[in-house]
């Protein structure tokens, strides 16, 4: 595992913050008969606009900047012309970026026009998992402890499917580095986290089952049985002494967007008190 020193942190921070500006520039963009294409075309000349490099482009054969799943896709979907969005659909956008030679990754689910309740409510319950794994991300605790967090909440108390396949993972000069943050774990177990470790924690969880396939593109992750997924995800850096890590990707101007868009839905923190500690609401 590679740790960082302040200045790398501020530079990974950069990545992530432009990551979110990228997002949040999408989310007010997003309308059913938008396509995939679109808004990665858009996407890629804003990150390009702002001095900084796509992070997915090209990485691993990667054709787009963003990564975008509709409703039984999980992850890695591909942003097409032919993928049109429709009034309730739920989107999984993934965006990274290059700043200064440090990568910045966050996701965000984006819930298109009247999406089910039963929908909505997977989506809340997926983005606060995301901030009970953060909290669990504190020196002197392990990896396992995130991953706990995050099964527990999201399997045995709400009933859902934590994708196994596919995890979170360090961040630094490479988009995936030491360690591998899964959502699904014991306590206890796994690496130790340390100050300066920055990892990217991102709960993949199932309406229904949570066994996946990859479609015959090579990329899109979808359900087995074809129930929704949401994905949400946050990058971080593991402070000194037990603190709250520090989160460097800000989902709050994205949230914003969503409220101002009439055609989506925003989701509700299930605990603001918690959301705080990490994001405070903005001072008007």
């Known amino acids: 595992m590679i740790y960082k020193t302040p200045e790398e942190i501020e530079r990974s921070r950069a990545a992530c913050l432009l990551v979110c500006q ?18 990665d075309t858009f996407a890629e000349e804003y990150i390009r606009d702002h001095g900084a490099v796509p992070g997915f482009k090209g990485l691993y054969g990667c054709p787009s900047t963003l990564l975008v799943s509709r409703n039984e896709e999980v992850v890695h979907g591909l942003p ?17 970026t290059v700043v200064n030679e440090f ?24 983005k606060h998992s995301l901030y009970l794994g953060i909290d669990a991300a504190r020196a002197g605790k392990r990896v396992g402890d ?14 859902y499917g934590a994708v196994r396949e596919l995890v979170g993972h360090g961040l630094g000069r490479s988009l995936h580095e030491a360690p ?14 340390k100050a300066g470790l920055i990892i990217a924690i991102e709960p993949m969880i199932t309406l229904g ?58 989701v509700d923190n299930l605990d603001e008190e918690l959301v705080a500690v990490y994001q405070p609401a903005a001072v008007v």
């Open 22 to 39: 990228t997002l949040t520039e999408v989310g007010k963009m997003l309308r059913p008969g938008l396509t995939g294409q679109e808004i």
């Open 80 to 96: 097409t012309k032919e993928q049109v969005f429709q009034d309730g659909d739920i989107l999984s956008i993934d965006c990274g």
């Open 103 to 126: 990568y910045g990754d966050a996701a965000y689910t984006f819930c298109v026009g009247d999406v089910a309740e039963e929908i909505m409510e997977l989506c809340r319950r997926t």
């Open 146 to 159: 995130i991953s706990h967090a995050v099964q527990h909440y999201t399997e045995r108390e709400s009933g």
């Open 180 to 193: 591998d943050v899964p959502n699904f774990g014991k306590r206890g177990r796994g690496p130790l986290l």
């Open 209 to 266: 089952k949570r066994n996946v396939v990859s479609r015959e593109d090579g990329w899109t992750i979808v359900t087995i049985d074809g129930s929704p997924a949401a994905h949400y995800e946050h990058s971080i850096a593991i402070s000194a002494d037990g603190a709250p890590a520090d989160l460097m990707s800000d989902h709050r101007p994205i949230e914003e967007a969503i409220r101002n868009n009439p055609n989506l839905k925003y």
